[in-house]
């Protein structure tokens, strides 16, 4: 799995009045770098991806501070859906309802191109 998680970049950029931006992209399956955020508890993410191909993504968090030993779970909108997406085709964006300690993008399945996780918190 080691060749999948190194396929997906992270970028942090610098913060614009207490705005803080992280984004992940993607051609293969696997899970990005975590985001450790909990201290800017308003959070939205946008997913992109190519038209059309079958990719799914789903955004986990946790409360554990170890990401090797951490229990990741699916994080949920306002509206208790899942944050979870498949045939994201030009951009979907979502709240985050929960504020864990991490968060992080799990490219489960990566079809027809590159997808890209973006994640803007305050």
Do not use: C
């Not at 079958?54 to 949920?76: D, F, K, P, R």
């Not at 030009?90 to 489960?108: A, C, D, Q, W, Y």
């Amino acid at each position: 799995m080691a060749t999948a998680i190194t396929a997906l970049l992270a970028k942090v950029e610098s913060p614009v009045r207490g705005v803080y931006i992280q984004e992940w992209t993607a051609t293969v399956s696997g899970r990005g770098n975590p985001l450790h955020a909990a201290y800017l508890p308003d959070k939205t993410v946008q997913m992109q991806g190519p038209t059309g191909g079958t990719s799914q993504i789903i955004i986990e968090g946790t409360n554990g501070s170890v990401v090797s030993t951490a229990t990741w779970i699916t994080l949920t909108t306002p509206t208790d859906g899942d944050l979870s997406f498949t045939n994201v085709t030009g951009g979907t964006m979502k709240v985050i309802r929960e504020n864990p300690l991490m968060i992080r993008p799990h490219f489960s399945v990566v079809t027809g191109g590159t997808m890209t996780v973006r994640i803007v918190a305050r």
